[in-house]
């Protein structure tokens, strides 16, 4: 005789629940007495839960001032090794070693030093965006805030070699009138700016501003109406509410401009894939280390506290210098 077997009902299989990583992240900060220092190309739910948002040279201020013991930085690596060059003794956590710097990697530290050899009679003006050994072959370090106040604090006569980022650069040499040796790097963010997809956004939409950060190429700057620092361009829309705005940098800065301007409206510039089939494209113009910081990741950084940002004692000494030297003379900006 043939007997109907029941299938064996299996136990119900429930998801575990789901961890409240702002409520985690918050716990874990104040029990290690930690500041969460994050840059403006973060991802909006990382710049509300930051103690302190800003661009470069806001969050080196920020971090040469912090009485925590713990910092966490929310950027890319070498933001997060100038807030150990600061702060040697502190513990920097970075939430993905991996979180680099196109800007950075254009300039390997072996092929600039045989660089500056050849010109021993320049002086080395460094943008941020650059590795601690980079840093530590440089005399003065500049953000694009203060880039253009420092450098004209330098005797006219005086030759410069300034790295990494040949657009900032030549930008610079024309607001200074400067002749400085520009070292030949780029950030891909900005380079992939599609200029034809700008002219169809201005076609678009004639009663918009465009507003650029100088890293991008001469032939996009050449259309904007204002160009300036991540702080700079949204202190420039937040000063100008209920208006439009085609913006040339990170789109991570229009939550920080939607907050202080919030009648106004922004357009981001689509990019140009680096695969040409793809054409232009909106996730191009994001960067793509700034994106690989999640609430998951500073969670699980900040509770295994690693990654860490390790560097040698000699080469923070050295480091530390031009990085020193540069919020030494920003004070005389007014910028304080």
Known sequence: ?????????????????????EAEIARLRKDMNAVILAHYYQDDDIQEMADFVGDSLELARKAARTTADVIVFCGVRFMAEGAKLLNPEKLVIIPDLAAGCSLE??????EFKAFKDAHPDHLVVTYINCSAAVKAL?????????????????????????????????????????????????CMVHER?????????K?????????AH?????????????????????????????????ILTEPGILHEMKKRSPGSTFYDVPGISSDTSE?????????????????????HAMKNR??????????????????ERMLEMSKAIGRN
Not at 105 to 110: E, H, K, L, R, V
Not at 307 to 316: G, K, Q, V, W
């Open 1 to 21: 005789m043939q007997t109907d077997l029941k299938e064996p009902s299996l136990p119900t299989r429930i998801p575990p629940p789901k961890l409240d990583y």
């Open 105 to 110: 990697d254009s300039c390997p530290p072996a």
């Open 138 to 186: 440089s005399d003065i370090i500049v953000t694009s805030s203060n880039a253009e106040a420092i450098i004209n604090q330098l005797p006219r006569d005086q030759k410069i070699i300034f790295v990494p980022d040949q657009y900032l650069g030549g930008y610079l040499n024309k607001k200074t009138g400067r002749n400085m040796l520009l070292w030949k790097g780029s």
């Open 193 to 201: 700016f599609s200029e034809i997809e700008l002219i169809k956004l």
């Open 203 to 211: 076609t678009r939409h004639p009663e918009a501003t465009i507003i």
């Open 214 to 246: 100088p890293e991008c190429p001469g032939n996009l700057l050449a259309h904007a109406a204002h160009i300036g620092s991540t702080s700079s361009l949204i202190s420039y829309t937040a000063e100008r509410p209920n208006q439009s705005f085609i």
């Open 279 to 299: 054409g232009a494209c909106i996730s191009c113009n994001a960067c793509p280390y700034m994106k690989l910081n999640t609430m998951e990741k500073i969670y």
């Open 306 to 323: 690693a990654p860490t940002i390790e560097l040698s004692p000699d080469l923070m000494i050295a480091a530390r210098k031009p990085l």
